[in-house]
Structure formats: C-alpha cells, structure tokens
C-alpha cells in the first residue's frame, strides 16, 4: 500500500551547497507557509542519509534512519505527491568511500566499501553500496516526464543583464572526438515488445567454451515497452583513446575526457578508468604488481593513485615523468593540480561541455592558462550535439544573451526510462562470447558478440511514459506554439522505434504538422540558429539529452543551469518541483568553510517553491496556497530586478543576504494583495519589521564573513552547527522565528 504524504509540501534533505543554503531558507518557507496553512515536511535523500538508511543492522537504534528515498519512491506513485526535490550527490565511488569514512569517525559502525568482495557477506555489503552510488535517486522519484524552461522573470532578467560570454575564432583548434565505430550507437539492437514476449525477461552470456552465465533475469518488459542492448568494445576504446592522446600532442592541444560517472554509474567509471590507464600506460606497465599491492584500480583515478603511493619517492617521480611526457591535461583546478583524469566525478560532462563552449573553446591547461582543446567523447550516439555546438560557434560566433530565444525541454524520463549505463542491466563482459536477451517466451530479442572486458548495457522506455512525454510536447506546443522538435534520429534503433510511437500519436491528435523529427546534430543547429535570431523552440528528447540539454542552452542563454523551472507531471497526478543542477555545489562548499561565503544562488528553489504553491492550489483547491505562489514569484521577480542574488568573493552579499532579501519581499507582496484581508493582515508586520531592520540584519550577516567555519562535517554536517553558520543574524531570526 502506498504511503500517504503527512505534509502538504515535502523538501527534500540533500547534499553540499543546496543542502547548505536550505539551512537559512527553509526556516523562512515553512514559517510563511504555516502562516498560511500550510505545511512544509522534509525527507532525506542525502548521500550519507542513504548510507545509514541501508545499514540499519550496524548501528545503535538512535543512528538509525527511516528509507526516505524508498517512501518518496512510494509517493511518486500517489496523486497526493507534491515534492521540491533538491540536487542531491550522484556519487562516485571516491565520494562514496569518503562518506562512509566520515560517518565512521563519527561513531557510525558502518562496513568498510568492499572493491572485490570475497565473502557472502561481503557481497551483500557491496550490493547495498551500489545500490547508492551513481543516480540512484532520480529513476525512484521520476514518475513523470520533464518539463524544463527558464522562468519568464529569469529569462527576462538575463536578457536585461547579459552575461559575459568567451570570444570564438574561426582558426580554433578546440574539437570534439568521438569513435568511429565499435561504440554503443554502432552496436545497439532495438525492438518493441511484443504481447507474446512480454514478461520477465533474461540477459545470458554463453562464452566461446560454451559455459553459460545469466547476467540478469527478471528484466521487467511490458507490452509496448522499447527495449535496447549494445556494447562498447574495449580494445577498440583503447586503441581510440591512444590515437586521441597523440593527436592533442601533434595539435598542441589540452587532452580531455567527457563522461557522465555518477548517472552512468556503471559504464562510464569503466570507460573513465580506460582513459586513465592508457594515458599512463607505461607507468604501469613500469609498476603494475606494486601498483595491485597497493590495490590501486584506474577506475578511481589518478587522485586515488597520488594517495596511495604518497610518500614512495620513486613512484611519485615516475608518475610525474609519466604525465610530463604526455600531452598537457585539461583541468579542474590548475592551482591545486587537480587534472581531468583525477576522480572520475570531477568532469560531468553536462557541466563541463556547456562550460567550455561559453568560454569560447577554451579550457584550463596545468599553466592556469585557457587554451584549446580536444574534447574525448566516445560514444556517438551524443557526442554530435556538442561537435555541432562548437562547429556552429567557429563559423557564426559567440551567442548574444541580450538577444537569444530561449530552448525548452520535454524529456522522456518516467520509469527509469532510457537510464543508459547505470541500470543492474550493465555489465564489463567477464570472458569472450554471445550476450543475448531472451524474452519471457523464449524469444531471442537480440544478441552481440562480445569480448572479454567489452562494456554492455540494456535499457527500456515503457509505453506508458512514451505516450505521457509525447502528449506532454502537444500541450507544451499548444501553450506556447514554439516550433517544437523531437530530437530522435532515425538511423539509430532505438530512436527508430521511439519514432514509431511518435508519428502514430501525432497523427492520431491531428498535429503532425506541427513538430519535426531530427537528428541530434540537425536539430542542434536548427536551435542554434532559431534562438539567434530571437526566436523560441521546443526540444522533445530522450532522458540523456534531457540531461545534457537542460545544461548546454541555460549556460549559453543565462549563464547558470541552476536557475531552471523543473516541473516533473508524475504520471499518478502528483508533482515534482526539481531545482537545478548542483554540479558547482562542491568548490561552493569549499569556499563557505574557507571564508563563510556561499555563493549558492537560490533562485532555483524560489522557482521550484512558487510552482508547488500552484500546484497545492490547484490539485486541492487551496487558495490561500494560490496567494503564496503568486507572492513567490512577485518575490523572486523583486530578487532580480533589484540584483539581490549571491555575489561571488567574500565580502559581498551571499546567499543569506538573498534569502533576507526574498523574505522581505515575499512578505510585502503577501501583505499588499487583497485576495485574503486576514492573510494580508499577518505579514503586515512581518513585512514592516524586515523593512525597518534592513540596516541592522544586513550589518550582521556581513559580519561573519571572512572566517573559516566549522559544520561538523562535509556529507553528515551537525544540524546545529549548520543552523549556527547559515541563521547567524539574530534580528532576522527573531522575526521569522
């Protein structure tokens, strides 16, 4: 039975910077909104808050914690769902170990990661772990399709204050470097389920000697479900990756891998750990049995490397040696060598590609100069969405924020769909031989030759969210009557069967004639060159490039990815209010426990929080619900306008001063409308002593900047310390309460 939401409004508990800020403002919505009858509860899905969740047999009964993520999961499902989900940490397994090191120094008697599990209870610690790296929190809540956009006002405001943006040249060398064949696009098979087929299905390897090892079974396919499976060959990546690395030598250019560790948590560590391993190929090949003494796996990164073999004089030189005779490496932080090949999570390709192409081309050499670069992304079936994007700016130039249209999204996402890389149906292929995936009836739907270390991956996109995404596009169309565009391509298997169901309901709603069908790369261009000239359009993708698109045009039009409306319609009649991309959170963090100063910017949730007011309103008829939603976007609308965001160096207003500022006029906007007298009458005086205090508040916030701060902790902060550091002025707190 499923669990019934107890608050009218659910925030989630998250991780790093957004977790942080929430510490100064959630104390402010659920007091408003209490104000108004409404109550604001809160569920955890933070890293470390899943980690104590799935062990609750290791620790005390005061450690223990309820699975929040498995009774959101059930939630999802209900119509009464109404979720502002924060950005919370896809982890790596270099994040996920350093969580759990800090949960045991603070008493947690939590199991050490096992990296090669040995016992059955080894096994079965592992399988909880993995369980909670990568993106495990998103395929549980999204049971719904995608609805991404700038909001009007921020739109709006970019437009009027336009961010700076790098010049392009039409002689850069900076480029995009796929592989040529023997890559997932290549491989991939594709069907649609029969009613004969469908039913549990099994994924079997038989190897060359003929043993037979089931990968998986139980892989749930319903009728009308799109089915894939393809592979990527290892030694064909290897050989990739080796003629890249000279070709940056030959070019001059910085050497630089783009992947996706956290949501593709299972392949791309593995191709990650490829890239490190030829790019050091002959370090090990130097030291390959010290380096398994000292248990070192490529998969980890050359971070992982530097702190296992500290304090070996011999190695540390050769490693250097080893990195100086290859092309120079693009970086995350030049100051403190941190290259693009340390730790798998560091380079997310969504943040990084976008990032890159705003500068102008240009990446971060070990100099802490820009310079070009060779950007590796292996797999075709996305890499052309950037090669286009850096195509089309060398011929053209750089994009006019003051001036661009804007691109939507409808993304495909509902259960678990199109979760490429990261499902239980991913596997390093353990001996040479024939995967194949047979149906529940016995039907063979597709096989693929492999060889031992080759990385295979299946995945689904059931009919039910395939119908809701597209009906989703004719209404957003509709509303809007933007030129709308399914992103599919109909050379790859996958995105041809999707197109099947496309054209039929199209056609069957009489509005073929209003979408396109397009290729990534075709249909990058075509955005391009319709926000150029000022124009607005629809992109109608799959999950991935829900992703990576939902990053690539917001960097490009606002400068940010993290000011995004997120309205997740769950396919039950609930909804989910995402926030933003967190992928700046960590060097945020970084900076408030150097300086107290986080430069988080909140608009992300303001918008998320106006759009779960409407939500309540209209779902429940709550009108006082309605009030606050309106007053919400009257407030971030006076948050922009008057340039009351976060600024970046310490010193100058942060986060808290925008959450005062947000407040302020949240109250005043509550205390002027005349919908509810009563409703205007209880903010009256809040909105006055904000307003009177001004001076006082912002003088004690500015206070204690400039200093390091202590929260207990990095992944499982003491709440009381982050109270102390995020609610430091006492004026303010004595009004809000």
């Known amino acids: 039975?499923?669990?019934?939401?107890?608050?009218?409004?659910?925030?989630?508990?998250?991780?790093?910077?957004?977790?942080?800020?929430?510490?100064?403002?959630?104390?402010?919505?659920?007091?408003?909104?209490?104000?108004?009858?409404?109550?604001?509860?809160?569920?955890?899905?933070?890293?470390?808050?899943?980690?104590?969740?799935?062990?609750?047999?290791?620790?005390?009964?005061?450690?223990?914690?309820?699975?929040?993520?498995?009774?959101?999961?059930?939630?999802?499902?209900?119509?009464?769902?109404?979720?502002?989900?924060?950005?919370?940490?896809?982890?790596?397994?270099?994040?996920?170990?350093?969580?759990?090191?800090?949960?045991?120094?603070?008493?947690?008697?939590?199991?050490?990661?096992?990296?090669?599990?040995?016992?059955?209870?080894?096994?079965?610690?592992?399988?909880?772990?993995?369980?909670?790296?990568?993106?495990?929190?998103?395929?549980?809540?999204?049971?719904?399709?995608?609805?991404?956009?700038?909001?009007?006002?921020?739109?709006?405001?970019?437009?009027?204050?336009?961010?700076?943006?790098?010049?392009?040249?039409?002689?850069?060398?900076?480029?995009?470097?796929?592989?040529?064949?023997?890559?997932?696009?290549?491989?991939?098979?594709?069907?649609?389920?029969?009613?004969?087929?469908?039913?549990?299905?099994?994924?079997?390897?038989?190897?060359?000697?003929?043993?037979e090892t089931v990968l998986k079974e139980g892989v749930d396919l319903p009728e009308g479900t799109v089915v894939d499976g393809t592979f990527m060959s290892a030694r064909t990546l290897r050989a990739y990756i080796a003629k890249q690395i000279r070709d940056a030598a030959d070019k001059g250019v910085l050497f630089s891998v783009h992947l996706k560790a956290t949501m593709m948590k299972v392949s791309d560590p593995i191709i990650f750990g490829h890239f490190v391993s030829v790019y050091l190929q002959d370090f090990i090949a130097k030291h390959g049995e010290k380096l398994r003494e000292l248990g070192w796996n490529p998969n980890s990164g050359i971070g992982d490397l530097e702190q296992r073999i500290a304090g070996d004089a011999a190695l540390e030189a050769d490693l250097k040696a080893a990195m100086s005779a290859q092309p120079p490496m693009y970086m995350v932080d030049s100051d403190r060598g941190i290259t693009n090949l340390h730790v798998p999570s560091d380079v997310i390709i969504d943040a990084s590609m976008p990032a890159l192409i705003r500068a102008g081309g240009k990446g971060w050499g070990p100099d802490g100069k820009p310079a070009d670069t060779k950007c590796c992304i292996p797999d075709r079936c996305y890499a052309p969405v950037y090669d286009e994007t850096i195509n089309y700016f060398k011929e053209t130039?750089?994009?006019?924020?003051?001036?661009?249209?804007?691109?939507?999204?409808?993304?495909?996402?509902?259960?678990?769909?199109?979760?490429?890389?990261?499902?239980?149906?991913?596997?390093?292929?353990?001996?040479?031989?024939?995967?194949?995936?047979?149906?529940?009836?016995?039907?063979?739907?597709?096989?693929?030759?492999?060889?031992?270390g080759d990385i295979w991956r299946s995945c689904t996109a059931k009919k039910a969210p395939i119908e809701d995404w597209v009906q989703l596009a004719i209404s957003r169309q509709k509303a809007t009557g933007y030129a709308a565009v399914f992103w599919l391509n109909e050379n790859r298997p996958h995105d041809a069967e999707l197109i099947k169901y496309v054209k039929r309901i199209l056609e069957a709603e009489g509005v073929a004639d209003r979408f396109a069908i397009m290729a990534p790369r075709e249909a990058t261009r075509f955005s391009l060159e319709t926000i150029r000239k000022g124009e607005n359009t629809i992109a109608i993708t799959g999950n991935v490039l829900r992703d990576y698109?939902?990053?690539?045009?917001?960097?490009?039009?606002?400068?940010?990815?993290?000011?995004?409306?997120?309205?997740?319609?769950?396919?039950?009649?609930?909804?989910?209010?995402?926030?933003?991309?967190?992928?700046?959170?960590?060097?945020?963090?970084?900076?408030?426990?150097?300086?107290?100063?986080?430069?988080?910017?909140?608009?992300?949730?303001?918008?998320?929080?106006?759009?779960?007011?409407?939500?309540?309103?209209?779902?429940?008829?709550?009108?006082a619900a309605a009030i606050l939603g309106d007053a919400v976007e009257e407030a971030t609308t006076q948050v922009l306008e008057n340039d009351r965001s976060p600024r970046r160096k310490v010193g100058e207003p942060d986060n808290r001063d925008s959450h005062y500022w947000f407040a302020r006029y949240w109250a005043e906007a509550l205390a002027a409308q005349t919908e509810d007298a009563?409703?205007?009458?209880?903010?009256?005086?809040?909105?006055?002593?904000?307003?009177?205090?001004?001076?006082?508040?912002?003088?004690?916030?500015?206070?204690?900047?400039?200093?390091?701060?202590?929260?207990?902790?990095?992944?499982?902060?003491?709440?009381?310390?982050?109270?102390?550091?995020?609610?430091?002025?006492?004026?303010?707190?004595?009004i809000i309460g």
């Not at 986080?598 to 998320?608: P, Q």
């Open 1 to 211: 039975m499923a669990d019934k939401q107890t608050s009218d409004i659910l925030y989630t508990v998250v991780d790093e910077a957004p977790q942080l800020a929430s510490g100064s403002l959630l104390p402010i919505i659920q007091k408003f909104a209490g104000m108004a009858g409404v109550t604001v509860g809160t569920k955890d899905i933070s890293l470390a808050g899943r980690i104590i969740a799935a062990f609750p047999d290791y620790l005390t009964e005061e450690q223990r914690q309820p699975d929040d993520l498995a009774e959101l999961g059930r939630l999802v499902k209900t119509p009464e769902a109404n979720i502002i989900k924060l950005p919370n940490i896809s982890a790596s397994v270099p994040q996920l170990v350093a969580a759990i090191k800090e949960l045991q120094s603070q008493g947690y008697a939590l199991p050490d990661y096992p990296e090669e599990p040995e016992t059955d209870e080894e096994r079965d610690i592992r399988a909880r772990y993995d369980a909670i790296k990568g993106s495990a929190v998103n395929p549980v809540l999204r049971e719904g399709n995608s609805d991404r956009r700038a909001a009007r006002a921020v739109k709006e405001y970019a437009q009027k204050h336009p961010h700076s943006m790098g010049d392009w040249s039409a002689d850069s060398k900076t480029h995009v470097a796929a592989m040529a064949d023997n890559d997932f696009f290549a491989n991939e098979k594709s069907t649609t389920v029969t009613a004969a087929q469908a039913g549990p299905a099994r994924i079997v390897l038989t190897a060359t000697d003929g043993a």
């Open 397 to 452: 130039g750089k994009l006019d924020p003051a001036t661009a249209g804007t691109v939507q999204n409808i993304g495909l996402m509902a259960q678990k769909a199109e979760e490429y890389g990261s499902h239980p149906t991913t596997f390093e292929i353990p001996a040479d031989g024939t995967v194949r995936m047979i149906a529940a009836n016995g039907d063979v739907l597709f096989d693929h030759r492999v060889e031992k």
């Open 549 to 623: 698109l939902t990053d690539l045009f917001p960097i490009l039009e606002l400068g940010t990815s993290a000011k995004m409306l997120s309205i997740v319609k769950l396919m039950a009649g609930g909804g989910m209010f995402e926030t933003g991309a967190g992928g700046s959170a960590p060097k945020h963090v970084q900076q408030l426990l150097a300086e107290n100063h986080l430069r988080w910017d909140s608009l992300g949730e303001f918008c998320a929080l106006g759009e779960s007011f409407k939500f309540l309103a209209d779902a429940r008829g709550r009108k």
């Open 678 to 734: 009563d409703l205007a009458a209880k903010f009256a005086p809040i909105a006055q002593a904000l307003a009177e205090n001004e001076e006082k508040i912002l003088a004690e916030l500015a206070a204690v900047q400039g200093h390091p701060v202590d929260l207990g902790g990095y992944y499982h902060q003491d709440p009381a310390k982050v109270a102390a550091v995020m609610r430091p002025s006492a004026t303010l707190n004595a």
